[in-house]
């Protein structure tokens, strides 16, 4: 196999319970991430890494403190599996871009060669808990707006904000467009987008991600990225904040990676770049768990088709 190949890896939400039993149980490359993601982690998430990505509980899996590392280390495992497959178990495979939604950013940056596995594990881990911590400080929300344009979103956070935070926070597709803030500002949300012609629905999570009540996790982030060695990617990986290939320099690295967590995910905006760089020349895959990635694509450029590896 030597077509370029573009990565897109997913971000918290796509985790369930068994997700990669089926790799680990079948590729020694996929079981050798797990187990070392168990031996950096050990009990800090209250059980073996492996056994809640297995065997849940789902409530536990769903605590954005554990999705995250989960998500990670699944991502990672499922791609150590496919460059076996793809017979690139000894060297680098042929990528053209790679690029992953909010959490997924750093797996592609591991993937990339920015950081190691278990820099990009720490790193994730500690994002979990520090976004966790910053939700439980705040009372944030999350609306996702279907049918609005950028000029609607905006116009809908203007009405909606009063003198509370709201913003767009991630431009999933067309047509969908997710905001974050103050709750009493997403509940607001909803009547306005209606008046709108919009359709709002408030999305079930910790709190208001990619948000200015981020801002405490962002600060901690800040810190573990100064002591975290970070190299020039050797493949180009599209930052969420800007839908642009990340600069060598590792200052810039750090710097999109914190502004991420306060910023908008501009991952339509990513998409289409990468659609109109690679399509026609490049396979698209998209790392397990799930196929939510693939989905948007369909949304964003029908041309482009993606391939999920939720099971070996």
């Known amino acids: 196999m030597s077509t370029p190949l573009v990565i897109l890896c997913p971000g918290q939400g796509a ?29 800090s998430l209250g059980s073996k890494l492996s056994t809640l990505c297995f065997e849940g509980p789902a409530e536990r899996l769903n605590q954005t403190d554990a999705s995250q590392p989960a998500i990670f280390t699944t991502s990672i495992a499922c791609y150590a599996a496919l460059k076996a497959q793809w017979n690139y178990g000894n060297g680098e495979a042929p990528i053209a871009a790679a690029a992953g939604l909010s959490l997924g950013e750093y797996t592609a940056l591991t993937i990339g060669g920015a950081m190691s596995f278990e820099d990009g594990l ?38 909606a904000r009063g003198g509370d935070v709201l913003v767009c926070a991630n431009f999933n597709a067309p047509g969908q467009i997710v905001l974050s803030g103050s709750k009493s500002a997403c509940d607001r949300a909803g009547p306005i987008a209606s008046e709108l ?22 600060d901690r982030l800040h810190d573990a990225l100064e002591k975290t060695s970070i190299r020039a990617p050797r493949c180009p990986v599209f930052a969420n904040v800007t839908a642009a290939p990340h600069e060598a320099e590792p200052a810039g690295i750090r710097r999109r990676l914190v502004e991420q967590l306060t910023s908008p995910v501009r991952w339509a905006q990513s998409c289409a770049a990468i659609a109109a760089q690679q399509g026609g020349k490049a396979e698209f895959h998209e790392l397990a768990p799930g196929r939510t ?19 070996p």
């Open 15 to 43: 985790q369930a319970v068994g997700m990669d039993k089926a790799f680990f149980g079948q590729s020694p490359e996929a079981r050798a991430v797990f187990e070392q993601a168990d031996s950096i982690l050990g009990a």
């Open 122 to 159: 720490k790193l994730v881990a500690l994002r979990g808990r520090a976004m966790q911590d910053a939700a439980e400080a705040s009372q944030g929300g999350m609306v996702a707006l279907i049918g609005a344009d950028e000029a609607q979103a905006l116009q809908v956070c203007e009405k």
């Open 197 to 218: 012609g919009l359709r709002a629905t408030a999305l079930v999570v910790a709190g208001a991600f990619h948000s200015p009540l981020m801002k405490p996790a962002a």
């Open 293 to 311: 990635l693939a989905g948007l694509y369909r949304r964003i450029d029908k041309n482009i088709k993606v391939l999920p590896h939720e099971e």
